[in-house]
């Protein structure tokens, strides 16, 4: 067992190093801004351009093309990926070559979707219905999910993630009725994703974060609990104070390993009634202006809020 490990990990840096090079070969000098001289016998770019236009050591990335046995941080391999210009599907291999459990999130957070995947949104209202990466960030979203939570599609792309809204906006203006054991499980399902990214520091970072921003995450992080996603019934307050009661369920989506589309389908005739009238209010006055006539966002203790 210990002799086949070896062979294939001596044959997984052999892969990163002959992919480096291929992809470092097609990229010409005038793609980078480099004049391509007189005298070029190396096609494409040489070693010591991709060390330099990276920010790395010559003698480092010649030891990655040869298959060395080194670690590339993530840092190193965001710069690589850059100088040699891969697209989404040669960066994703290039972290599996190199031993990255997975791409980071910020390679992904805020990553414009395809038409397509808007048009699919789109096409689902008035069902709430949203992309949602493996860090509950909200990469797109349709007009019943800004229409369900208004406060959250306000805010710049970057910063729209499910958690940070949840755990740090003020009470009277998130959206779950079943707080504590809604937040619960989305944390239980953040510890499991986590688990397939130990060394991955954008994660580590983000849950840093959120930890010092607010307690009662802290608090569930520390429980260490797991959970996988499966369908739900969850009820959300509307910007009036009213419940809606919707079924929840994820789908993976194919092309981005860890997004999920999540579709809320009305769990009752008068939930149905109110994601339309919902959508009409939004495509008429916008969010903002929902949210400041709302009492929003739900009761507490019998006090309406």
């Not at 609990?225 to 789908?251: H, M, P, Q, Y």
Request: glycine share 6%; proline share 6%.
């Amino acid at each position: 067992m210990k002799s086949e490990n070896h062979v294939g990990e001596a044959r997984r840096r052999l892969e990163l190093g002959a992919f480096l090079r291929v992809r470092r070969e097609r990229i010409t000098p005038e793609d980078v801004g480099i004049s391509p001289g007189i005298r070029r016998r190396t096609p494409g770019l040489r070693r010591e351009e991709v060390a330099q236009l990276s920010g790395i050591g010559v003698a480092w990335y010649t030891w990655l093309e040869q298959g060395r046995r080194i670690n590339p941080s993530v840092q190193v391999l965001d710069a690589i990926a850059r100088t040699l210009k891969l697209d989404r599907t040669e960066r994703d291999h290039l972290y599996r070559l190199a031993d990255v459990p997975s791409v980071p999130p910020a390679a992904s957070a805020g990553h414009p979707q395809p038409p397509e995947i808007q048009t699919i949104l789109d096409a689902l209202t008035p069902f709430p219905a949203s992309v949602v990466s493996a860090r509950y960030d909200v990469l797109a979203f349709n007009d019943a999910y800004a229409a369900l939570d208004p406060a959250i599609v306000l805010l710049p792309p970057s910063e729209r993630n499910v958690l940070w809204h949840l755990f740090t906006v003020e009470e009277h203006r998130q959206p779950l009725v079943e707080w504590e054991q809604e937040t619960a499980f989305m944390v239980a399902q953040l510890r499991a994703e986590s688990g397939r990214r130990l060394r991955d520091a954008h994660w580590a970072e983000f849950v840093r974060g959120l930890s010092e921003a607010s307690p009662r995450f802290a608090d569930m992080w520390a429980r260490h609990e797991v959970a996988a996603s499966d369908t739900r019934r969850k009820s959300f307050w509307t910007v009036d104070g009213e419940v809606l009661n919707v079924i929840t369920n994820g789908f993976t989506m194919a092309a981005e390993p860890g997004t999920k589309m999540w579709i809320h389908t009305p769990d009752g005739d008068e939930t149905q009634r109110l994601l339309t009238e919902l959508v009409r209010r939004y495509r008429e006055m916008g969010a903002a202006e929902m949210l400041r006539q709302g009492i929003r966002t739900g009761r507490r203790d019998g006090v309406t809020h």
